[in-house]
C-alpha cells in the first residue's frame, strides 16, 4: 500500500467552479500536510501548510486534516483558469523526508 | 523568499555520458534533496543531505551519486547516462526545526538521454 494515495484526474472544471482535491494516507505518524502547487515545466511551489486537524484558509484556498479517517482536502473557491496546475498533496513525520501524492492535474475553463 | 537554483534546466547527453546536476540555496538550509519525477510515479527521493559531507540514499538511489562539499550546494551525478534516467529532476532545500518541514524546490532540469 502507498503511503499516499492521490486520485490522478485529470480534473476539468469551468471557471468559478468550487474545485475540492483529495489524498488519504495510512501513515498515523504524519504530522505535517502541505499542499503544492505544480504548472507545467516548473518545480511545485507551497501553496499550504498545517500541522494538525481542522480547517486552514488563505484566500481563495482551505486546507482541510482529517487525522481520524487520514484524509485530507484543498478546495479552491471561484476557480481561476491560473489555477490550472497539478496539485500535489504531501504529509510528514517531522523526520527528513516528505511523502508526496502523485499530484490531480487540474484545467479551469474560462 | 526561499531561491533554490538549478543551473540545467534542458539537457541532452547521450548513454554513457557522466551527467552533473547543480543546485544551489541561497536560505543556509541544513537538509538537501534530490528527486526524481515521473508521469504516474510523482515524485521520488534519489538522494538526500542533511549537513555538509553527509549523504543519505532515498528510495531510488541506483545509478546516482551525490556531492555536498558546501552547505548551499548539492550535486547530482550520473556515472554512466542511461535512457531511463531520462526524467525531470528536482533539487529542493529545508531547513530543520519548527515549521521548517516544509520542503521548497527549485524549477527543474529536464534531462533526456539518448
Known amino acids: 500500500q502507498k503511503e499516499v494515495e492521490q486520485d490522478p484526474g485529470p480534473l476539468s472544471v469551468p471557471e468559478g467552479a468550487i474545485v475540492s482535491l483529495n489524498c488519504t494516507y495510512s501513515?498515523?505518524?504524519?504530522?505535517?500536510f502541505m499542499w503544492y502547487r505544480q504548472y507545467s515545466r516548473k518545480g511545485p511551489e507551497l501553496l499550504m501548510y498545517?500541522?494538525?486537524?481542522g480547517n486552514k484558509e488563505d484566500g481563495r484556498f482551505t486546507a482541510q486534516v482529517d487525522k481520524s479517517s487520514k484524509y485530507i482536502s484543498l478546495f479552491i473557491r471561484d476557480s481561476q483558469p491560473s489555477d490550472s496546475a497539478t496539485y500535489l498533496c504531501a504529509q510528514g513525520t517531522g523526520a527528513n523526508n516528505l511523502f508526496f501524492g502523485t499530484g490531480t492535474r487540474l484545467t479551469v475553463i474560462p | 523568499d526561499v531561491k533554490v537554483t538549478q543551473s540545467s534546466r534542458y539537457l541532452v547527453k547521450r548513454t554513457g555520458e557522466k551527467v552533473f546536476l547543480e543546485c544551489v540555496q541561497d536560505?543556509?538550509?541544513?537538509?538537501m534533496f534530490w528527486y526524481r519525477q515521473d508521469p504516474g510515479l510523482g515524485l521520488r527521493l534519489i538522494y538526500f543531505s542533511y549537513d555538509v559531507k553527509m549523504k543519505e540514499k532515498g528510495d531510488i538511489p541506483e545509478g546516482y551519486s551525490v556531492s555536498r562539499e558546501k552547505k548551499e550546494r548539492f550535486s547530482l551525478i550520473l556515472e554512466s547516462a542511461s535512457t531511463n534516467q531520462t526524467s525531470m529532476y528536482l533539487c529542493a532545500s529545508r531547513a530543520t526545526g519548527g515549521s521548517g518541514n516544509t520542503i521548497y524546490f527549485g524549477e527543474g532540469s529536464w534531462l533526456t538521454v539518448v
Open positions: 501513515n498515523s505518524a504524519f504530522q505535517y
Open positions: 498545517t500541522y494538525s486537524s
Open positions: 536560505m543556509d538550509h541544513e537538509n
